[in-house]
Nanobody, 119 residues
Framework: QVQLVESGGGLVQPGGSLRRSCAAS????????MTWYRQAPGKERELVAL???????NYADSVKARSSISRDNANNTVYLQMNSLKPEDTAVYYC?????????????WGQGTQVTVSA
């Protein structure tokens, strides 16, 4: 059974940094795009960053200059480093894997980790 287990959320002061991890299991991690999303209270879930199987990355404009997504295929883990955090970064962050098996797509989500940016 596919599992995505996140860690690294918490409370951080404005201007601080946070690194989130997402450990994946039960699928060929190295073959798939991994994505981080977030959802702030009262807002729709939005894409934060993604990394392809070959390591190509893409970011939301709001985080592009201060974020870095990376992956460790040997340990089936994807990371999201965010610096210069702002109160508007406060949200629940979700790890996502979009997997296609025998032509059928499956969308898997981590449990979500709360990140609160506040003084």
């Amino acid at each position: 059974q596919v599992q995505l287990v996140e860690s690294g959320g918490g409370l951080v002061q404005p201007g601080g940094s946070l690194r989130r991890s997402c450990a994946a299991s039960a699928f060929t991690f190295s073959s798939y795009v991994m994505t981080w999303y977030r959802q702030a209270p009262g807002k729709e879930r939005e894409l934060v960053a993604l990394i392809s199987s070959t390591g190509r990355t893409n970011y939301a404009d709001s985080v592009k200059a201060r974020s870095s997504i990376s992956r460790d295929n040997a340990n089936n883990t994807v990371y999201l480093q965010m610096n210069s955090l702002k109160p508007e970064d406060t949200a629940v962050y979700y790890c996502n894997a979009y997997i296609v098996v025998a032509g059928t797509p499956y969308n898997y989500w981590g449990q979500g980790t709360q990140v609160t940016v506040s003084a």
